[in-house]
């Protein structure tokens, strides 16, 4: 869910280390421990990776679609 933060709010990944938001995360969940920014960047690359390569597929699907409904 940080990851999706992160990108829909374009929140910085070392949003994680404001003490405000640790403490409002603290206050909702106490105990909760928060990634680190690396972890936030690293996940958020893998996520792209891996959505980069559904959505590859996607268009490839529709193109050859299109290419023979077209006929």
Known sequence: ?????????????????????????????????LPSRNTIQRDTIHLFKAMS????????VIFIYHLFTEI
């Open 1 to 33: 869910l940080l990851v999706l933060q992160c990108a829909d709010s374009m929140q910085p990944f070392n949003m994680v280390n404001d003490k405000f938001y640790q403490m409002q995360v603290q206050m909702l969940c106490p105990g909760t421990k």
């Open 53 to 60: 390569l559904h959505i590859q597929q996607y268009f490839q």
